[in-house]
């Protein structure tokens, strides 16, 4: 180490896993008095990436995700050590629905991931013949799965409900959250739960059932309930981004830099930017999507797995209304749609009732969603293409007829990576490659260990205390070579 000089650990990209590994790691730095300094550079011209919120006229649209999960608290945890924990604001508790056969079906009470633990609701619902509840209850039965490795969602889930079920409540609340093919996605990756509690009490919702009563019970459609699952901010997630920028320190973040390669040097890496410029680091957290990280390791084969990994594309469609347009609508918060139903939207919130902060009184905002895997040739029409199709949807499923005061499309092309059967073991196999041959270059995000904000936020603090533990080895091995 050059006397006087701090060597660097470069994060590479500006979103959500790569600030939090900047903060977390800025902190830990100081905390110990080591001489390293962290530099985080993004290609872009600001941070967040999905993270983007526009406040318009009274409203606080988001363009990317909208909120995180309460019971995965490193997101909320963040903001406490940011000193955001007051502006955090929950989501309402109201009911959500499922658009099947041109009509609106409340989800059944006491459901998890469409997985029924409470019979009445279930037997008594309008979104399954007779024979499809019959075919569900086979669960009861069925031994359980001799699957030791992974598999399908849609395979494991079809063999124990049947399709019916599965095509009208299942798939289109999981393929929501992945935005992907339930039938090519890996339920290790995903669920995993979903296969624990099969092989423990070998039925799915005879274990869901006794786990629901083991803990407090959340109802996804309990009006008693005064608050949501989900928790955001009060002026969108993008005061979040702008929080965790404003607590690094001064000269941590480079933007507008695109990096081109990584390499090995003798006891450090060498990072190639976009200006033929060249930073030394002594370690590396790779916070990008994975094509991206594969052409910046494009000399090493590690990720060679990773070359095919697919995405999928989809667009949001923000539409403001006055109240009075809604001549329709339902005491809840949005509904999803079955793939079985004749409509282009795959899902649409309510936003101004679930979250009553985001729209000025009197007003409504919905957000739409379309795009499906294998079928997103929609998500590139023109804007007013796309709004029209939406609006056709809308006034066949809530008899919405007036055009919106105002709309905002936000395409995202191949940004949704799709953790396909045997996703778990490549990024095993990846880290230890990466582990084994170049240490201390660190892959975390969205491509590898999580979709969600909490689980970013995960990753990126695990990269920290990787580096941190590498940073603390190095400094250690130091100080014994000069006697101290």
């Not at 803990?215 to 608050?227: C, L, M």
């Not at 990096?259 to 890496?269: A, E, H, M, P, R």
């Not at 939207?345 to 009553?356: E, N, S």
Request: positive net charge.
């Amino acid at each position: 180490m050059v006397s006087g000089r701090k060597q660097k650990v470069v994060i590479i990209g500006g979103g959500i896993t790569g600030l939090t590994s900047a903060y977390y790691l800025q902190q830990e730095l100081k905390k110990l008095s080591l001489p390293f300094e962290v530099l985080l550079i993004e290609a872009g011209p600001r941070l967040g990436g999905k993270i983007q919120t526009i406040v318009k006229d009274g409203f606080v649209i988001e363009r990317g995700p909208d909120s995180f999960l309460e019971r995965k608290t490193s997101a909320a945890r963040l903001a406490k050590a940011i000193g955001m924990e007051h502006d955090l604001v929950h989501s309402t508790a109201g009911k959500s629905y499922v658009l099947v056969r041109d009509r609106l079906h409340p989800m059944p009470s006491g459901s998890i991931m469409g997985i029924p633990t409470e019979m009445k609701p279930f037997i008594f619902t309008s979104l399954f013949s007779p024979l499809g509840k019959l075919r569900a209850a086979a669960d009861f039965v069925l031994p359980k799965s001799d699957e030791k490795n992974d598999q399908a969602l849609g395979s494991f889930f079809r063999r124990r409900l049947g399709d019916e079920v599965v095509e009208n409540l299942v798939e289109p609340l999981l393929s929501g959250i992945y935005a992907g093919d339930i039938d090519e996605l890996s339920l290790m990756s995903t669920f995993p739960q979903f296969y624990q509690v099969e092989q423990k009490y070998g039925s799915l919702i005879r274990g869901m059932k006794k786990g629901a009563r083991s803990r407090s019970k959340v109802r996804i459609n309990d009006e008693k309930n005064e608050k949501g699952l989900f928790l955001t901010f009060k002026r969108g997630l993008k005061s979040f981004v702008d929080q965790l920028e404003f607590s690094l320190d001064e000269g941590t973040v480079k933007k507008g830099t695109k990096v081109q390669s990584i390499l090995k040097g003798n006891d450090s890496y060498k990072i190639q930017l976009n200006s033929k410029d060249e930073i030394e680091a002594v370690a590396v957290i790779v916070a990008v999507p994975h094509k991206s990280a594969v052409s910046m390791l494009s000399n090493y084969q590690f990720l060679e797995d990773f070359k095919d990994m697919p995405t999928t594309s989809l667009a949001t469609v923000a539409m403001a209304f006055d109240q009075s347009a809604l001549k329709d609508e339902m005491n809840g918060t949005g509904f999803v749609v079955s793939r079985n139903s004749d409509y282009t939207i795959t899902a649409c919130t309510w936003t101004h009732k679930k979250w009553p902060q985001s729209a000025p009184k009197g007003k409504a905002l919905l957000r739409c969603y379309v795009g499906r895997p294998g079928d997103s040739a929609v998500v590139d029409l023109s804007d007013e293409e796309i709004i029209q199709i939406i609006l056709e949807d809308l006034n066949k499923s809530m008899n919405i007829t007036e055009r919106p005061e105002f709309s905002i499309v936000s395409r995202w092309k191949d940004a949704m990576p799709q953790y396909t059967v045997g996703h778990k073991e490549r990024v095993v196999k990846l880290k230890k490659d990466l582990s084994d041959n170049l240490p201390g270059v660190i892959l975390a995000g969205s491509s590898y260990g999580g979709l969600g904000i909490p689980d970013c936020i995960d990753q990126g603090e695990a990269a920290a205390a990787q580096v941190l533990s590498l940073l603390v080895s190095k400094s250690n091995i130091a100080k014994e070579s000069i006697g101290i």
